[in-house]
């Protein structure tokens, strides 16, 4: 690995600073005075770190987090040529197999994470 760009470096400290500014609860001139930054120029970093498909790269992986439903079932699927189950494809394109007596609760909650996580 090579060493780090410095505008990597600048970019990085900014996401850090844009994160803090948002847990403060302050506002931008507030907490830029606080730091001593320009309020300028964190009102710049916040709004370019917002911009959606924007990527700036700052040297660390950064990984969405994950959301899990637990499932449970009463029966899986017995063994044999005949499944007794169906297929949900979504609008995405996945496909969630699901057996019979399955619970409609718990399906209803995964399609709809699911849904949601359009990636």
């Not at 600048?10 to 850090?16: I, N, S």
């Not at 979504?90 to 969630?96: A, D, I, P, W």
Request: proline fraction near 6%; hydrophobic fraction near 40%; aromatic fraction near 8%.
């Amino acid at each position: 690995m090579g060493r780090v760009k410095p505008a990597t470096r600048g970019a990085a400290r900014w996401v850090k600073r844009v994160e803090r500014l948002e847990r403060s609860g302050l506002s931008i001139r507030t907490f830029a005075a606080r730091e001593g930054l320009k309020p300028g120029s964190l009102s710049f970093w916040k709004w370019k770190l917002a911009q959606p498909g924007r990527k700036v790269r700052t040297g660390a992986t950064q990984v969405a987090p994950l959301q899990f439903v637990e499932l449970t079932t009463r029966e899986g699927p017995k063994p044999g040529p005949m499944w007794a189950g169906f297929e949900v494809v979504l609008s995405t394109g996945r496909m969630v197999r699901v057996a019979g007596g399955f619970d409609s609760a718990e399906l209803a909650r995964l399609v709809g994470v699911l849904e949601e996580r359009r990636s």
